[in-house]
């Protein structure tokens, strides 16, 4: 089956610095979405993506849909002690379920 | 209600004994659906409800999971004889149109079986 493999799965950063991860699969997709997770909460779509070589912002945070439709990649710049959580990527596994990534651990060095 | 509210937040229970978890989604929302998250992994599809009826029950990891929706409104997740592999966080998340793309989740319930 369908499988996201997502890395890092966890990052120390100093706070200033730029943040890139990347989510991989073994299948296309159509849509890829990535998604921040906070401490003791469900995970809120950050980015959504839909076509291969989209390159889509929000704030400091861009996301590439790659052209290969089998791969994308999450960046961060200028890291801020609030950028702390958990990263995931998802992509359809049908037309109401997601398939995710295991996740990707920001952790800002004090 | 303003956001998916699910409850409880936290739920320790003994090794057999049966769970409810409750979601309650966003009114007006006619797809609801659960996740579980392992520690340190990735979502795993549970089950989908489009209003009362769930087309999709492929992701219950087993006949001691079950799930309903009445009134399309309130979902109820019941796990019966609880083991220690149910431990996980349970997520429960809805959207107007059953898009991939439009859910909205709940807190979770964090379950530890003991």
């Known amino acids: 089956g369908q499988q996201l493999n997502q890395s890092p799965q966890s990052m120390f950063i100093q706070e200033g610095e730029d943040v890139s991860m990347n989510c991989t699969s073994s299948s296309i997709f159509n849509t890829w979405l990535w998604y921040k997770q906070e401490p003791g909460e469900g995970p809120v779509l950050l980015i959504a993506l839909y076509k291969a070589g989209e390159l889509t912002s929000n704030g400091r945070l861009t996301a590439q849909f790659g052209i290969t439709r089998k791969d994308s990649f999450l960046n961060i710049s200028a890291s801020i002690p609030s950028d702390v959580g958990i990263y995931f990527c998802?992509?359809?596994?049908?037309?109401?379920?997601?398939?995710w990534g295991a996740g990707t651990k920001l952790i800002i060095k004090p | 209600g303003a956001g998916v509210s699910q409850s409880p937040s936290n739920k320790v229970t003994e090794k057999g004994k049966d769970v409810e978890l409750r979601c309650d989604p966003i009114s007006g929302h006619t797809a609801l659906y659960w996740y579980r998250q392992s520690l340190g992994q990735g979502l795993e599809f549970l089950i989908y409800?489009?209003?009362?009826?769930?087309?999709?029950k492929s992701g219950l990891p087993s006949d001691r999971f079950s799930a309903e929706r009445t009134g399309g409104s309130v979902s109820t997740l019941t796990i019966q004889r609880t083991q220690q592999e149910d431990s996980a966080v349970y997520l429960c998340?809805?959207?107007?149109?059953?898009?991939?793309?439009?859910?909205?989740f709940g807190s979770g319930t964090r379950l530890t079986v003991v």
């Open positions: 998340a809805s959207s107007s149109q059953g898009t991939n793309y439009g859910y909205t």
């Open positions: 409800f489009q209003g009362n009826s769930a087309p999709d």
């Open positions: 998802a992509g359809p596994q049908s037309n109401y379920q997601l398939i």
